[in-house]
């Protein structure tokens, strides 16, 4: 298990858009990946679940990957939030 935590860039937050683009990053991976915020533990292979987050621009989340591909997977996910998640 591999984590990382990351401050959100973009100034909308994880609505559908960026949500979609973290979701679409997280599905190339074969790992378990989630992030925690505020007490709460989000699946970020699944839209519903990252937008269920309510994350807001400038909040900091953990990123969590378990599985084989854990450190390529953790990395592409730090690198997607740190560009602005297409914003």
């Known amino acids: 298990m591999v984590s990382k935590k990351?401050?959100?860039q973009n100034p909308t937050g994880l609505h559908l858009r960026p949500a979609g683009i973290l979701c679409k990053t997280a599905m190339q991976f074969k790992s378990m990946i989630t992030f925690t915020f505020d007490n709460?533990?989000?699946?970020?292979?699944?839209?519903l679940s990252v937008l269920g987050a309510c994350v807001k621009s400038g909040d900091e989340i953990e990123i969590i990957c378990e599985g084989s591909d854990e450190q390529a997977a953790l990395a592409a996910m730090v690198e997607a939030v740190e560009s602005g998640l297409g914003e």
């Open 6 to 8: 990351v401050v959100i």
């Open 40 to 47: 709460t533990t989000a699946n970020a292979k699944s839209v």
